[in-house]
């Protein structure tokens, strides 16, 4: 079993997107499910409604997973698991206030050492922690040997005990927190591989040391994916600006990766990925060479399809659309292109009386199946010549003077001269 653990507290982001396009490949390459655990523990930095929008980018991107999960309904299991910890004196009641725990830090900072709990709490007896009445939190104790765990992109770590830390499981509102709560959740979801950013190296030996005190032995494999430089690019936005999902998954996968082909597909991809071949420092995400992609894609998508992302259900709409992929890259541009054509025209600049007896022409005008055939028609009826004809004739018809062959564009625009020319 295989997670992709989101939290609701911030839009999706590429590097999120990321880790989620992974665990996907995997999880089919391995013949495992994969379930998406929201990690809303944190309540109130919660937004709402975040979580119905994650699932619905990752609908969006066809990720497949067996099951959604939120972390927060496992709250009454976290609880009695720490108890069990206490019980077993494995995790002690820790009465040291925040004001207490900053002037900790802030000494061992001024003496250029590593910060870790002094323990003054590990030592107190059951009566002295009965007879105290001040709020407290629960913190693991630190480990006596050191967490040594394999990463499959990044090699060997070893983590001494003072590092990992006797840190806080339950806070004062006995509500769990991250480390503690996700390495329960990975225990008792049966996870088998976990693939997330490197920002959680320490975070893994923390919760190894977690379920190792609970006796927990199945292996778990890591990797940690190597940072984007500007990770934080929201997906919402990316897909607002008009590229597609198909196209930033193929990126992302591309991103630091050595692969057969330039352009494909998520279920392409599942064939050839390994997880272990991709750059193991970190990459950069470049905008220009996303749309060089999505540039791709497009000019490969089925034309009606195409045409119905523009709002259309024809796909002389949709060839038209990659005619401007001669100037474009996104769905947004190519929208803003057909948006001119069918945007109402007042005049033309430098032809201002030509636009209005072209216009006046074109309004009385039979059907045309050929451009040139209606250009000869415009000039014998308005008895205008060259760029006096053509120039007022073309901006009417696209909205613009400059731009890919009017003959084309023509050919694929022709059923909708009511609509232009109004």
């Given amino acids: ?18 880790v989620a396009i992974f665990n996907y490949i995997v999880s089919k390459q391995l013949n495992e499910d994969l379930v998406i655990r929201i990690e809303d523990i944190d309540m109130e930095k919660n937004i709402e409604g975040k979580d119905k929008e994650i699932i619905e980018i990752l609908n969006l991107f066809s990720i497949e997973y067996k099951s959604i999960a939120h972390q927060s309904d496992s709250l009454k299991y976290h609880q009695k698991i720490a108890l069990q910890l206490m019980s077993q004196k494995k995790a002690f009641a820790c009465f040291c206030s925040d004001d207490k725990l900053e002037e900790l830090k802030q000494e061992a900072q001024a003496k250029g050492n590593f910060f870790a709990y002094d323990g003054f709490c590990e030592t107190l007896s059951d009566e002295t922690v009965l007879n105290t009445n001040a709020p407290f939190t629960v913190r693991i104790k630190k480990p006596d040997e050191n967490i040594k765990f394999t990463d499959l992109l990044k090699g060997k770590f070893d983590y001494a005990p003072l590092e990992v830390d006797s840190f806080v499981i339950l806070n004062q509102g006995k509500k ?30 923390k919760q190894i ?29 990316l897909i607002d600006e008009g590229f597609l999902p198909s196209a930033i998954a193929n990126y992302l996968v591309l991103l630091g990766n ?13 064939s050839w990925f390994n997880i272990e071949n991709i750059s193991k420092t970190p990459v950069s995400f470049d905008v220009d060479k996303l749309r060089l992609i999505n540039k791709k894609h497009l000019e490969t998508i089925d034309d009606m399809r195409l045409s119905k992302i523009l709002g259309f259900a024809d796909s002389d709409i949709g060839k038209l659309g990659k005619i401007f992929l001669e100037e474009v890259s996104t769905i947004k541009e190519i929208k803003e292109k057909i948006a001119l054509i069918f945007s109402s025209k007042t005049t033309c600049k430098g032809f201002e009386e030509e636009f209005t007896k072209v216009k006046e022409c074109l309004q009385k005008a039979p059907f045309f199946d050929n451009f040139e055939e209606l250009k000869i028609y415009i000039e014998k009826e308005t008895n205008l010549k060259d760029k006096n004809s053509f120039e007022p004739l073309k901006y009417i018809l696209t909205g613009t003077n400059t731009g890919p062959n009017i003959s084309n564009i023509y050919a694929l625009i022709k059923n909708y001269l009511g609509e232009i020319v109004r």
Avoid: Q, W
């Fill in 209 to 237: 040391h977690v379920r190792n005190s609970l006796g927990y032995t199945k292996e778990i494999k890591y990797v940690h994916l190597p940072s984007i430089s500007n990770e934080t690019i929201s997906v919402k936005s």
């Fill in 176 to 205: 769990p927190t991250y480390n503690y709560a996700c390495a329960i959740d990975d225990m008792i979801m049966d996870i088998s591989m976990v693939i997330r950013n490197e920002n959680h190296i320490l975070n893994t030996a």
């Fill in 1 to 18: 079993m295989l997670r992709f653990a989101p939290s609701p507290i911030e839009d999706m982001n590429i590097g999120n997107l990321r």
């Fill in 258 to 270: 050595e692969t057969p082909t330039e352009v494909f597909t998520l279920e392409e991809a599942i």
